[in-house]
């Protein structure tokens, strides 16, 4: 072996070697980044935890403590008593939350099927026209869509809420199915029609088992849209029993003495609200990463 021969193999050697360096400093870096945004996003919850966990007057201390000195739960034993009580306000939100999954879901699959697989003349100027909805801010229906509901009886009830929430969340929702049905390939609609199915026969036994990891990405969404919603509460309703979570959280937070804020019962609310969208994300999670993955390509 030639002398230029033995140095280009260490030349050769080392450019791997500085490559393997660079590649194992490269992971450390990412390992490190991701470890600071994980401490970004997960500080917040730790200390409105900790807030929670304060007495009354240290929770309101200036300057403020990062940690309680004593665990105290007299935050979420006044939270829990306050008005018709927690329970109840808890049923409100979870009630219109269900009935926003069912609803949602029930107007979404169709419509997204209609739209992906039947030949409607036009369809594409009505799908765009449907999605314009997601450039108007919701707030700008809610002086007609309550005058509306006040005739037709559905203000301060769950139902009248759940169509409130499900028009917000309606178009992405729409979005989110029809290409999910897009996605489907045309030989398993076309082996059911050739078999004797009828439309109805391909949505639900050949192409919705197919999205429903969609079907969990629209239920999720309408879950978390209607668990957080506050300001249609608000206008929709006007009785203390009709109020959800997030409306008698906004309203405890004065319950002081002072007239000031509340921060341990409202932090004690936060972490109450927050646990409810935690599992429900993880409970569906495996489909909801693949069926937003497939809803939002085509």
Same mark, same amino acid.
């Given at each position: 072996m030639s002398a230029e021969s033995v140095a280009s193999a260490d030349i050769a050697q080392?450019?791997?070697?500085?490559?393997?360096?660079f590649a194992g400093r490269g992971r450390y870096l990412t390992g490190a980044i991701c470890l600071a945004l994980i401490a970004v996003m997960v500080m917040p919850v730790v200390l409105t935890v900790a807030?929670?966990?304060? /007495?009354?007057?240290?929770?309101?201390? /200036?300057p403020p403590t990062y940690l309680p000195t004593t665990l105290a739960f007299d935050s979420y034993l006044r939270l829990w008593?306050?008005?018709?009580?927690?329970?109840?306000?808890?049923? @409100?939100? +979870?009630?219109?939350?269900?009935?926003?999954?069912?609803? #949602?879901?029930? +107007? %979404?699959?169709?419509?997204?099927?209609? &739209? #992906?697989?039947?030949?409607?003349?036009?369809?594409e100027i009505l799908f765009v026209f449907l999605l314009i909805a997601l450039i108007i801010p919701y707030?700008? &229906?809610? %002086?007609? $869509?309550? +005058? $509306?509901?006040?005739?037709?009886?559905?203000? @301060? %009830?769950?139902l009248g809420l759940a169509i409130l929430h499900t028009t917000i969340q309606f178009p992405f929702s729409l979005y989110i199915m029809r290409n999910s049905f897009e996605a489907i390939p045309r030989e398993l609609e076309e082996a059911a029609v050739i078999d004797g199915g009828s439309t109805w026969q391909v949505l639900t036994r050949v192409c919705l088992p197919s999205v429903i990891p969609a079907v969990v990405t629209v239920a999720?969404? #309408?879950?978390?849209?209607?668990?957080?919603? &506050?300001?249609?509460?608000?206008? *929709? @309703?006007?009785?203390?029993?009709?109020? /959800? +979570?997030?409306?008698?959280?906004?309203?405890?937070?004065?319950? %002081?003495?002072?007239?000031?804020?509340?921060?341990? *019962?409202?932090?004690?609310?936060?972490?109450?609200?927050?646990?409810?969208?935690?599992?429900?994300?993880?409970?569906?999670?495996?489909?909801?990463?693949?069926g937003l993955t497939q809803g939002a390509l085509k």
């Amino acid at each position: 072996m030639s002398a230029e021969s033995v140095a280009s193999a260490d030349i050769a050697q080392t450019r791997r070697l500085r490559g393997r360096a660079f590649a194992g400093r490269g992971r450390y870096l990412t390992g490190a980044i991701c470890l600071a945004l994980i401490a970004v996003m997960v500080m917040p919850v730790v200390l409105t935890v900790a807030a929670s966990l304060k /007495t009354t007057s240290e929770a309101a201390a /200036t300057p403020p403590t990062y940690l309680p000195t004593t665990l105290a739960f007299d935050s979420y034993l006044r939270l829990w008593d306050y008005q018709a009580g927690l329970p109840h306000y808890l049923m @409100n939100s +979870l009630g219109t939350a269900l009935l926003t999954i069912a609803i #949602a879901v029930g +107007l %979404t699959v169709p419509a997204g099927f209609a &739209l #992906a697989r039947l030949p409607i003349p036009g369809k594409e100027i009505l799908f765009v026209f449907l999605l314009i909805a997601l450039i108007i801010p919701y707030q700008a &229906l809610l %002086t007609p $869509m309550f +005058l $509306m509901f006040s005739q037709l009886k559905l203000t @301060n %009830t769950i139902l009248g809420l759940a169509i409130l929430h499900t028009t917000i969340q309606f178009p992405f929702s729409l979005y989110i199915m029809r290409n999910s049905f897009e996605a489907i390939p045309r030989e398993l609609e076309e082996a059911a029609v050739i078999d004797g199915g009828s439309t109805w026969q391909v949505l639900t036994r050949v192409c919705l088992p197919s999205v429903i990891p969609a079907v969990v990405t629209v239920a999720l969404f #309408a879950f978390i849209t209607s668990w957080n919603e &506050l300001l249609g509460s608000l206008v *929709m @309703n006007s009785k203390a029993s009709s109020f /959800t +979570l997030p409306v008698i959280l906004a309203a405890a937070r004065t319950e %002081t003495s002072l007239g000031g804020t509340d921060w341990g *019962m409202l932090q004690a609310g936060i972490v109450i609200s927050i646990i409810p969208c935690i599992l429900f994300y993880l409970l569906l999670q495996k489909y909801y990463v693949s069926g937003l993955t497939q809803g939002a390509l085509k």
